[in-house]
């Protein structure tokens, strides 16, 4: 049987295509998906909002959008609670974010020149040079550190779960962070200036360029956007990844100087009812927090990392700790 066009070239070089963009859903025929509306990101970044009502609809939508985007690499997907104006990595998003760069790279050369770790993670497999950094820094962003990566997965129930359950902090002489679900809150619907907030949801659709093979294991490097799958990087020791199907990204730039803002491959945001989504995943144990964010009893490398203290030497940069 002879290879797609699109699996030769990932199996003929490693060496990204400069023909291709990335493509932005217009319009879909489905009595189940309606175009509500347009977002504007950076730079007039216009990307259309789908609502969509049924979980039939949802996985029609996302193929399509999978299928104009062929040529240009995969899609990928970010639940999130709101809309924002940009996709920033979190090391972008405050002011003077250039002093926690010395803070990152410290960081990074620290856990490469630690022999213990080194080994765990099996760095010392990497022939690239650079490469080593870059799966350190991915894994730092997969456990909550300021990087410059952007975290996507390429599973929408996770996605799904990402938008239906809200990011909280606790405070006290730690900081310690959980994920609350969300609910359809009646009096809000009446009192809130703006009801629509209190019942969606929404799921980005993130094109990435990693139509070439990969140039080491789990990491793509396409025009634009350099893409790390830890699962294929690191042993499943670093068991978080796995658990939520996650990948990072970001773009593929190596000057603070320029906006890591990666919101321009965002082809299409799906819009969906809380309400609905909670009938559609339900509460099984695989979509608990429990198990996304397993425990340092479960997950080895996070207490390799809990145990570093170099990761919590300030307020911005430094490991989450999850609690249920």
């Not at 002879?2 to 319009?27: A, D, F, G, H, W």
């Not at 207490?303 to 989450?320: G, P």
Request: charged share 20%.
């Amino acid at each position: 049987m002879k290879l797609s066009e699109r699996i030769e070239r990932k199996t003929r070089t490693t060496t990204p295509s400069k023909k291709y963009s990335p493509q932005i859903v217009q319009n879909i025929s489905s009595p189940y998906i309606e175009k509500v509306g347009m977002h504007t990101f950076a730079e007039n970044h216009e990307v259309s909002i789908f609502e969509v009502s049924d979980y039939r609809a949802l996985n029609q939508l996302i193929g399509y959008a999978k299928f104009l985007n062929t040529d240009y690499g995969d899609v990928f997907y970010r639940g999130e609670v709101h809309l924002h104006s940009s996709l920033l990595p979190s090391i972008s998003r405050r002011p003077n974010c250039h002093k926690y760069e010395e803070a990152l790279n410290t960081a990074i050369n620290n856990a490469i020149g630690d022999e213990k770790f080194s080994k765990v993670a099996k760095l010392a497999g990497f022939k690239g040079m650079k490469n080593p950094s870059l799966i350190v820094e991915a894994l730092l962003q997969h456990y909550g550190y300021s990087t410059h990566f952007v975290d996507l997965v390429d599973n929408h129930w996770i996605a799904l779960w990402f938008g239906l359950n809200q990011f909280k902090k606790i405070k006290n002489m730690n900081e310690y962070f959980y994920y609350q679900r969300r609910q359809v809150n009646p009096i809000e619907l009446v009192t809130a200036k703006d009801p629509k907030e209190s019942i969606y949801q929404y799921m980005l659709l993130v094109a990435v360029d990693n139509n070439a093979a990969p140039v080491e294991r789990g990491i793509y490097v396409g025009n634009d956007i350099i893409t790390i799958d830890l699962r294929s990087s690191l042993p499943s020791i670093f068991l978080r990844p796995h658990a939520q199907h996650g990948l990072v990204v970001r773009r593929n730039i190596h000057n603070s100087g320029v906006s890591f803002d990666i919101s321009s491959n965002i082809v299409g945001i799906v819009r969906l009812r809380i309400d609905n989504v909670i009938s559609w995943i339900g509460c099984g144990n695989l979509l608990e927090s429990s198990n996304l964010f397993p425990s340092p009893a479960y997950d080895y490398g996070y207490e390799i990392l809990l145990q570093r203290k170099d990761l919590f030497e300030n307020e911005y940069h430094r490991i989450a700790q999850y609690i249920e």
